[in-house]
């Protein structure tokens, strides 16, 4: 059974807790796109784990692990992390980590053009992570970038960098960016190679192979469909393929040996970065920042909130192919006297279903919203579909029914006991 878990919005759905409960069950923990823009945080075995390229699977003895061939590594990044799984006693070994040959390096060159083309955009902004994602990805486009299989020889590797380096300080010089220092880069690049030659494989057989024995894959996404490249709110999104079809050409298990695709998406909606959000609304998000909910995982700046946009769900639930949705953060909605759903947009003398595709249309859009009756009542200790007050059971049901695709759970509090199945 190979399973695809993405997130349905833009990024922080919850999918930590999801992946955690699937992986119990799962022989290979596959990343195969985004960076260490992602960030997972995972509570297992009673303590929290921030993950950044590791997958999760990482922290359960006798799991795969494999960085697909679709990520894009920092090398310094990936060692660091390691080394903090390490020290809170994470066995990493090459045979429970695998990093694809075919992965592209992220260098510090590409974090500086990142930088330097975000402050070169003044208030047009994208608000990248400045990770230098977007930039190696520009790499791999323009067929110019290093790959993790450049790494096994090291005489290689270092004409390589040598030459991306020089040519990538002439770009820095036109963005009017300090050059990168070679020397540096050389270094910190060259140690960390040392240290993951070890692990860079061909994952592709591996997992080809694991497929044929019937293993269990699961996928673990990164960021979230809104955020993908081709289908998001583009050109306020991420450089990758973040959709289910991104689990495909970043690992090279092929579509037609995934079984399930599971969503996840919280009960309400949330956004870091700039960009469209026709939910958005400061109400929500000064309740649920009182509530000391939604700051970021690592930067502890506060989310962009609002309602649940059901245009943008039943769009991302159509081209991911999702079979069911796992709702999370349900709680956050206890203390809410109504609860609002947006079932359509207004453009103009337009109602659309599914998104626009120009940015000026997507600022024109208004959401028509549906307003469902609270159930003021403290949710966090049910643990049947049947405890869940009426109200809160027809907001999930109507919330299915908007979007065209089911819920399956939901999550009525972070610990991962705190999951309640939905009846079809
Ligand atoms: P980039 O991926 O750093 O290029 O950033 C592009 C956009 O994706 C920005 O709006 C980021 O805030 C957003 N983004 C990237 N990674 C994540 C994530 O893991 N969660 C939420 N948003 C993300």
């Not at 960098?161 to 960016?177: D, V």
């Not at 673990?220 to 991420?238: R, S």
């Not at 599971?262 to 959000?277: H, S």
């Amino acid at each position: 059974m190979n399973t695809l878990v993405i997130g349905s919005q833009w990024g922080d759905e919850g999918k930590g807790k999801v992946i955690d409960f699937l992986t119990e069950t799962a022989d290979y923990v596959v990343r195969s796109q985004g960076g260490s823009n992602a960030g997972h945080t995972v509570i297992a075995h009673g303590k929290k784990y921030v993950l950044h390229l590791v997958p999760s699977g990482i922290l359960w003895p006798g799991k795969v692990n494999v960085i697909g061939n679709g990520v894009v590594i920092n090398p310094t990044s990936l060692v660091e992390e390691m080394a903090y799984l390490r020290e809170l006693g994470v066995t990493i070994t090459p045979e429970n980590l695998l990093i694809s040959d075919r992965a592209h390096v992220v260098l510090p060159i590409h974090k500086a053009i990142d930088a330097a083309q975000e402050e070169a955009l003044g208030d047009q902004k994208i608000g990248t992570t400045r990770q230098g994602i977007g930039p190696t990805y520009a790499d791999k486009a323009r067929r110019i970038g290093l790959r993790m299989a450049d790494f096994i020889d090291p005489a290689r590797l270092e004409s390589a960098l040598k030459a991306r380096i020089r040519t990538a300080n002439e770009e820095l010089q036109r963005l009017n960016w300090p050059a990168a220092d070679p020397n540096e880069t050389l270094e910190a690049v060259m140690q960390a190679a040392e240290v993951l030659r070890p692990h860079i494989t061909n994952t592709i057989p591996v997992l080809n192979k694991a497929v044929r024995e019937q293993k269990t894959i699961l996928f673990e996404g990164a960021q979230g469909a809104m955020l993908d490249i081709d289908f998001g709110t583009y050109p306020f999104v991420t450089s990758s393929n973040t959709s289910a079809g991104g689990c495909c050409t970043g690992s090279g298990v092929p579509p037609t040996r995934i079984d399930k695709v599971i969503g996840v998406c919280k009960a309400y909606t949330t956004r870091v970065g700039a960009g469209p959000f026709v939910t958005e609304d400061a109400e929500i998000a000064d309740y649920l920042h009182g509530l000391g909910r939604e700051f970021g995982a690592t930067t502890g700046r506060p989310r962009r909130c609002g309602w649940t946009d059901g245009v943008v769900l039943r769009y991302s639930a159509m081209f991911n192919g999702f079979d069911e949705m796992a709702m999370t953060n349900l709680d956050g909605l206890d203390e809410r006297d109504c609860i609002k759903i947006c079932t359509a947009y207004r453009l103009g003398d337009q109602i659309l279903e599914y998104p626009p595709a120009l940015m000026e249309d997507w600022e024109k859009c208004e959401p028509i919203y549906e307003t469902l009756p609270g159930w003021k009542q403290d949710i966090t200790a049910c643990t049947r579909w049947e405890e869940l007050p009426p109200n809160c059971q027809a907001y999930v049901k109507r919330f299915g029914e908007v979007i065209g695709c089911p819920v399956g759970s939901v999550g009525v509090g972070p610990d991962r006991h705190q999951t309640i199945s939905v009846p079809h």
